[in-house]
């Protein structure tokens, strides 16, 4: 090897480490679970299980996770690993399909924006759990009304509750709505009111976490992840253990689980359970790439994986004990069936799940015991959101962006933080309805399936899986295959369309959004699909010939494509590096750490492999 090789060796080693990479063994795998075990593990699981079946709910929910889950989850990590790029870096595999990347980027900002919404509220919430007496425990305070009943003394000497008892109000949900949200000063989604300055600082304060936790990459957030990622099991067991040594919590429990097998006969169960992988996994919104991008190229994913997506699975279920344990003790408490006190979403975590919190002794304590949880569960969500806007834009910008990463972190915050605002507002709460219910909605759908199809049948399944070999040392088999050819697209073409069909409008309680509303909801949809034929577009005019030949050149991997480092590049990959100029890297990788090891066996065995499919062609 001649000094100038040597040389382009350790330029491309300091220009991947600048890029930075987990510090700790355990930092990826903690980060994907705290980014896939979030609020809708909690507030959505429980609810969705006991409406669609019960205990037979399980049955479509674990056949989705295998047909959907678990082979899209692998597949994005291996795209991230393999390339060691962001989101819109990695469609250096096919750059017609880079609009895809872009689309990712939209649809996790605007999730973004309103997540730490929610984030918000649950410091909100948390601060307010700091007192002796809960403030919604009681009717009385400026914000109540005459309708505000405490349910808990609401029953008669003989146990039984007034006739009048479904015209009443919690003091709970009295606190929410007209206290937190204030939403009595706004007259709708047109016409917002103030800015609640409470709300504002709050929102404010959680930005700033976020922008501390990430203000060195995963480095930083890597660490951060080791309690927030942690701990909310430790206070789920607890609040777990505290539930169900509750009178009437039985009771719950048998609501949630009982299993009602005739419901599998519907669509919409099936429906249901893939929706709820789908979103729970966090598939699509380049969380999972971002951080796969950062591991060594030879990280044992495939294990990972089965870990991140079983154990999202399992948290569901346990929460789902967690929280009914407590709806059968407050239904017992107020005399009503479970099925009145069993909401999903915020009127979940900050109606129901706090008023129950006030029937218990050490309410206080117990209350912020569960907003701490919600925190810590949603912070991993958002820290993987920001990370994947500042590595997509970095990986673009590598040379002006990296050495001002923190700048750039700070800044995406700033400007996230402004365009939240309108949040924080009387009307606010429409606001977040509208993004939470078109930003990820079919715009998502929409890019997962053209990622899949662009892997698998322009890029090849074949290639896909020659590279995953090279780095795993292993071929995915045909359940993978299988997955990604047909089952997975098939599965997520059928949610695209039976969302469009039953399409409902959106809507908060008894308030219905105007025309315009949902016209800018629907846009909001489908400007990341618009995203993509763009991005083809663009794609093609860069290209020259025919409008073919412009589709083929566009669709083929970029020279660069493959791995970062050039120890890491054998076969086709063989210095297609800029400035690569040694045409063994795989002698660079036995000089450098000295001897062949399992990985190297593998990288021969595929440049074999490559050399006998050419003979072949010949």
Known sequence: MTPSDQGDVDMDVDFAADRGNWTGKLDFLLSCIGYCVGL????RFPYRAYTNGGGAFLVPYFLMLAICGIPLFFLELSLGQFSSLGPLAVWKISPLFK???AAMLLIVGLVAIYYNMIIAYVLFYLFASLTSTLPWEHCGNWWNTGRCLEHRGAKEGNGALPLNLTSTVSPSEEYWSRYVLHIQGSQGIGSPGEIRWNLCLCLLLAWVIVFLCI?????????????TATFPYLILLMLLVRGVTLPGAWKGIQFYLTPQFHHLLSSKVWIEAALQIFYSLGVGFGGL???????????NIYRDTFIVTLGNAITSILAGFAIFSVLGYMSQELGVPVDQVAKAGPGLAFVVYPQAMTMLPLSPFWSFLFFFMLLTLGLDSQFAFLETIVTAVTDEFPYYLRPKKAVFSGLICVAMYLMGLILTTDGGMYWLVLLDDYSASFGLMVVVITTCLAVTRVY???RFCRDIHMMLGFKPGLYFRACWLFLSPATLLALLVYSIVKYQPSEYGSYRFPAWAELLGILMGLLSCLMIPAGMLVAVLREEGSLWERLQQAS?????WGPSLEENRT??????LAGSQSPKPLMVHMRKYGGITSFENTAIE?????AEEEESMM
């Open 99 to 101: 609009g895809a990347g």
């Open 460 to 462: 090849g399944i074949q």
């Open 215 to 227: 203000l060195k990459g995963v480095k930083s957030s890597g660490k951060v992840v080791y309690f």
């Open 556 to 560: 083929r991997p970029a020279m660069d």
């Open 606 to 610: 595929v440049d074999r492999e490559i």
């Open 40 to 43: 809708g593990n909690v507030w």
């Open 289 to 299: 790439l971002t951080f796969a991008s950062y591991n060594t190229f030879h990280q």
């Open 571 to 576: 076969g086709m990959y063989v210095a297609t």
